[in-house]
């Protein structure tokens, strides 16, 4: 499923099979999640996308072939394929142990062609081996959605009161996380979203409700999942002094002009910038003894923008997944 030009619907396309080379991999996809990034790059709100582009980047599949100099990962291997497809391993930030920032970073379904397709290829060095535990589909929506989550989640430290602000795949994720560590989960959506406060609730959340209003108590730190400017100032408000603000997504709208005493008694705001490898190996590691589970909705392949469409309107419960055997 190929875009084209941004913000027109995907089109079915058969597609040049090239063979791996050199560090690659190929691989039979499985399934890939559909992320709100992926919508991001259709509706044309991340600039520069290769075109035209195969989207996805939370691919599941098995190796097929490699490439010279791959030896530790053979055919037959199932593996994860994540946004972070390539770093050069030599700027100030991958030297300094921060390739989530590297300065020539390669991304999978936006710079290179990703997983909305029967076949794939990576690099395997930034491949995951995955958890036994989880089937095709369960383990999908964890490739970033649990990892870019994973990655914010840490950077609110030891809060104890943690306010989530968007409440779909990779916030549903977390909540599980962060119940399985003994933080307290306070779920904000729009006002009118019953069904993901209820989502919320019925996955150990204390509390859910309007994310413009005021939370039932301090909050130690909030992660803003919704890419909406709007709710960093409402997460300010409800979050107690020395606390975090942090916003996960890749994309969002302005943020409005508040006043400064939000900000003062040293709150902090903060951004999460793609992922680790190191991210997503403590993650795997860590998703089985939780164990996280993955609510997921599955859509043919063929069916990838009726599966935007309603990530889209909000109609998701949990992650879509794309897969040829649904």
């Known amino acids: 499923m190929v875009l084209e030009a941004p913000g027109r619907p995907l089109v079915e396309r058969e597609a040049y099979e090239r063979p791996p080379g050199p560090g690659e991999v190929a691989i039979e996809v499985t399934a890939c999640a559909v992320c709100r990034t992926d919508l ?50 030599r700027c100030r930030f991958c030297l300094a142990g ?68 968007g409440f779909g795949s990779a916030a549903h994720l977390i909540t599980q996380v962060a119940l399985h560590e003994g933080r307290r989960v306070f779920a904000f959506t729009r006002r009118d979203d019953v069904a993901s406060q209820q989502f ?24 803003i999942f919704a890419p909406a400017g709007e709710l960093v100032v ?40 793609n992922l680790t490898r190191a991210d997503g190996a403590e993650f795997l590691r860590i998703a089985p003894q939780v164990p996280v589970h993955a609510d997921v909705e599955l859509f043919p392949l063929q069916d990838a923008n009726r599966a935007l469409a309603r990530l889209r309107a909000g109609e998701i419960r949990g992650s879509a997944v794309l897969t040829s055997r649904a």
């Open 98 to 165: 921060r390739e989530n920032l590297c300065l020539f970073a390669k991304f999978t379904g936006y710079t290179r062609d990703g997983g909305y397709a029967q076949r794939t290829i990576a690099n395997a060095a930034y491949c995951f081996p995955l958890p036994a535990a989880f089937a095709d589909t369960e383990v999908a929506p964890l490739l970033c959605a649990g990892l870019i989550g994973f990655r914010a989640y840490r950077l609110t430290g030891d809060a104890k009161r943690l306010g989530i602000y």
């Open 200 to 223: 919320a609730r019925d996955l150990g959340a204390e509390w859910a409700g309007d994310a413009m209003g005021p939370s039932p108590e301090p909050l130690d730190a909030a992660i």
């Open 234 to 273: 409402a997460a300010l408000r409800n979050t107690d002094r020395g606390g975090t603000v942090v916003c996960a997504g890749i994309h969002m709208s302005d943020i409005p002009a508040f006043r400064y005493e939000l900000l003062w008694e040293e709150r902090m705001i903060r951004s999460v910038a």
């Open 40 to 89: 991001h790059v259709v509706d044309g709100e991340l600039a520069d996308p290769k075109l035209p582009l195969i989207p996805g980047h939370q691919i599941v599949g098995r190796v097929t072939s490699a490439g010279e100099g791959v030896a530790a990962v053979v055919a037959g291997d199932r593996v994860g394929v994540p946004w972070l497809a390539w770093t050069c391993g």
